[in-house]
């Protein structure tokens, strides 16, 4: 059983930056793609970013500019650093992982293909 852990979210001003962790652990494998969704209360799950294996990065149109995403292969960790926090950011952020091959080089952007989950990290943006 793979266990996806988030950390770093909070509360902050709008303009002000977090970086959220996900760390992987338990029966861990390799994972070729980590990302990161997003739901704000009313909302669907929405795609923020993701990366793969060998560095290549996805962004959401919303995130392009002022999120970062970032990983670790060796402690199968991934970073999103999130600066000019605006309140429409505020969201439950969620991690996700992917063990397919096929998203060695170009990660996914569609929920679905990310197997594994965590159980979200609150991010509340204040005006």
């Known amino acids: 059983q793979v266990h996806l852990a988030e950390s770093g979210g909070g509360l902050v001003q709008a303009g002000g930056s977090l970086r959220l962790a996900c760390a992987a652990s338990?029966?861990?494998?390799?994972?070729?793609?980590m990302g990161w969704f997003r739901q704000a209360p009313g909302k669907e799950r929405e795609f923020v970013a993701a990366v793969s294996s060998t560095g290549n990065t996805n962004y959401a149109d919303s995130a392009k500019g002022r999120f970062t995403i970032s990983g670790d292969n060796a402690k199968n960790t991934v970073y999103l650093q999130m600066n000019s926090l605006k309140p429409e950011d505020t969201a439950v952020y969620y991690c996700?992982?992917?063990?397919?091959?096929?998203?060695?080089?170009?990660?996914?952007?569609?929920?679905?293909?990310?197997?594994?989950w965590g159980q979200g990290a609150q991010v509340t943006v204040s005006s």
């Open positions: 996700a992982a992917s063990s397919s091959g096929a998203y060695y080089f170009n990660p996914p952007q569609a929920a679905a293909h990310f197997a594994s």
């Open positions: 338990g029966r861990t494998f390799r994972f070729y793609a």
